[in-house]
Antibody, heavy 124, light 107 residues
Framework: EVRLVESGGGLVKPGGSLRLSCATSGFSFSTYSMNWVRQAPGKGLEWVSSISGRSTNIYYADSIKGRFTISRDYAKNALFLQMNSLRVEDTAVYYC?????????????????WGQGILVTVSS | DIQMTQSPSSLSASVGDRVTITCRSSQSITSYLNWYQQKPGKAPKLLIYAASSLQSGVPSTFSGSGSGTDFALTISSLQPEDFGTYYCQQSYSSPWTFGQGTKVEIK
């Protein structure tokens, strides 16, 4: 069974940092690209970042580029999102999502398994 | 960036009704369009990928169609458990963008 479990969220002041983790199990971690998708309170879904199976290709949304860093640990089968210089508008539930087993730029790139989400609140 | 526009923003329908949600992209995305269902307080769930392929385990009452810039998600016979918000997502090019969502309520 595929499982994705996020952790590391919480309340942080503007300008602060947080590191989100996503523990995974039930699949061959290095085979799949992984992603972060967020949802601000009462709003729609926003893709944040993607990392390919072997970490050779990384993509970021413009809204977080230069502030957030995605990475993965193959020994721990874990995905991370280091979030620096946080802004009020980064407040959201952050979801870890596994991507389909195709190349990121193949077009057949969809999110087939999702974690339960973790809330990040940026407020003074 | 490719903009995705869904309509309607919300709808209310009765059990057994046929429901259609449309999604339009700001440029051609061929068939690289995916659909998700999200229930309140829960993570999104993949329903349809590549415009018309049904994800494993999803009821056959759900179907997808379209290509180019115009797409549709159809629920052939609405069930009580089909309430929630539905999102389309393009996977043609980064940044992967979602529609604003369509909230489906059961009358």
């Amino acid at each position: 069974e595929v499982r994705l479990v996020e952790s590391g969220g919480g309340l942080v002041k503007p300008g602060g940092s947080l590191r989100l983790s996503c523990a995974t199990s039930g699949f061959s971690f290095s085979t799949y690209s992984m992603n972060w998708v967020r949802q601000a309170p009462g709003k729609g879904l926003e893709w944040v970042s993607s990392i390919s199976g072997r970490s050779t290709n990384i993509y970021y949304a413009d809204s977080i580029k230069g502030r957030f860093t995605i990475s993965r640990d193959y020994a721990k089968n874990a995905l991370f999102l280091q979030m620096n210089s946080l802004r009020v508008e980064d407040t959201a539930v952050y979801y870890c999502a596994r991507a389909s087993p195709y190349d990121i730029l193949s077009g057949y790139y969809y999110f087939d398994y999702w974690g339960q989400g973790i809330l990040v609140t940026v407020s003074s | 960036d490719i903009q995705m526009t869904q309509s309607p923003s919300s709808l209310s329908a009765s059990v057994g009704d046929r429901v259609t949600i449309t999604c339009r992209s700001s440029q051609s995305i061929t068939s690289y369009l995916n659909w998700y269902q999200q229930k309140p307080g829960k993570a999104p769930k993949l329903l349809i990928y590549a415009a018309s392929s049904l994800q494993s385990g999803v009821p056959s009452t759900f179907s997808g169609s379209g290509s180019g810039t115009d797409f549709a998600l159809t629920i052939s016979s609405l069930q009580p458990e089909d309430f929630g918000t539905y999102y389309c997502q393009q996977s043609y090019s980064s940044p992967w963008t979602f529609g604003q969502g369509t909230k489906v309520e059961i009358k």
